[in-house]
């Protein structure tokens, strides 16, 4: 039945190079975010899914971090940042502030910390460094992902630096790898637009590749749903695909949905629940190299997140637990999710949790499929 309604949307071609391991090209990418069926599209990114992963599902137990919304830059689709310190709603920790949120949580089975700032144009090196030793001291074996490509680029500006000095200062004082962020669109029409005054497409891969090398692990983020073409889309995929090549070293590709509110593009629609499923299903099917896709819930919405897991992804990030730049753009989930809900929300969605830490060792394997039932690959 599938072949049959494959072939009346023109997608028999595609399917075929699915099935040989033929890697799809900027044209096929655009057919997939054209074709009216998005349940046909949905079909094949979970036929992808699956023989990667058959129903497995992952998560973890992690804390995320934002020190300081202070920011040098202007991107247009940004609520959470605040030009200078003593703006109104303008914060920054102090270092025994953030050492405190990891400290508060000595009896959780944290496995990740991941932070992520603003631009702050004030703060010495050694705010990050310390940042990064002083968690490692309160939780040795604890796992460090922290910094966008785009902050390391202003870190190595900002203090004289060049990026690989950078990265192997913080990888000295603990950091393990590179979160995804920053990547928006890689597309230059975009982000002279969007994001005109921060590192561009060039230099987040260069770092990352850097990172990469350097031996740390990293994830790829594509923020969706603004002023960004389908064809710019699929070549913002195509080129974390390209570095995949070379290095091997993401680990997850992260769509990220642009919100709205409080921000300088906030006349513009949030994506629509089939436009996202859609992302995530075009990203598995193009991205034949990156082995997870990851339904971000809390950009996603925990139902969407949900239904991502039948178009692509295999992965919904973690617990979290304190979140605000999404917040401040307005998302409406909540701001952390226990392991019991997240497992549950896996569960009834018909897949199966498996805990993992940031590098995919397994920490709680899956549990025997239960009523609700697992996917059977086909
Ligand atoms: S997205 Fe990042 S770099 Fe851009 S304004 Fe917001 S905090 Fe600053």
Redesign the pocket.
């Known amino acids: 039945m599938m072949t049959h309604r494959l072939s009346s949307l023109g997608l028999t071609d595609i399917a075929e190079k699915l099935d040989a391991g033929t890697r799809l090209s900027l044209d096929d990418g655009v057919r997939l975010f054209a074709c009216p069926d998005l349940h046909a599209v949905g079909w094949l990114a979970n036929r992808e899914r699956e023989k990667r992963h058959g129903a497995l599902t992952y998560y973890n137990f992690n804390l995320r971090l934002e020190a300081t919304?202070v920011?040098v830059?202007?991107?247009l689709f940004?609520s959470?940042?605040r030009l200078k310190p003593g703006d109104t709603d303008a914060y920054t920790m102090q270092l025994e502030q953030v050492l405190d949120k990891l400290r508060k949580r000595v009896n959780q089975p944290l496995t990740e910390v991941h932070v992520v700032n603003?631009?702050h144009p004030d703060l010495p090196f050694s705010y990050y460094t310390d940042m990064l030793s002083g968690l490692k001291a309160i939780r040795p074996g604890i796992h460090l992902k922290c910094f966008t490509a785009?902050e390391i680029a202003f870190f190595a500006e900002t203090y004289g630096m060049t990026d690989e000095g950078v990265l192997r200062a913080l990888m000295a004082a603990g950091l393990d790898s590179l979160p995804g962020g920053?990547a928006e669109i890689f597309a230059e029409r975009v982000r002279k637009k969007i994001?005109h005054d921060?590192a561009d497409a060039d230099r987040y891969l260069s770092i990352h590749r850097l990172a990469h090398r350097l031996g740390m692990r990293s994830n790829v983020t594509m923020l969706y749903g603004h002023i960004e073409t389908m064809e710019e889309r699929v070549d913002h995929m195509m080129r974390a695909r390209a570095l995949q090549d070379e290095t091997g070293g993401f680990q997850a590709f992260i769509p990220l949905a642009f919100h709205p509110d409080n921000n300088q593009m906030r006349k513009l629609p949030a994506p629509s629940a089939s436009d996202t499923l859609r992302v995530h299903a075009v990203a598995r099917l193009m991205l034949d190299n990156i082995p997870h896709i990851k339904a971000f819930w809390i950009a996603t919405g925990v139902e969407i997140a949900q239904m991502a897991l039948w178009f692509g992804a295999d992965d919904l990030d973690g617990t979290v637990q304190e979140e605000k730049i999404y917040h401040m753009a307005g998302s409406r989930t909540p701001e952390t999710l226990g392991t019991s809900d997240i497992r549950r929300l896996i569960r009834t969605a018909g897949r199966l949790p498996v805990e993992r830490d940031t590098l995919y060792n397994v920490i709680t394997p899956p549990e025997a499929p239960d009523s609700v039932g697992v996917a059977a690959v086909t």
């Open positions: 919304n920011c830059a202007s991107c940004c959470f940042a603003g631009l785009v920053g994001c921060k």
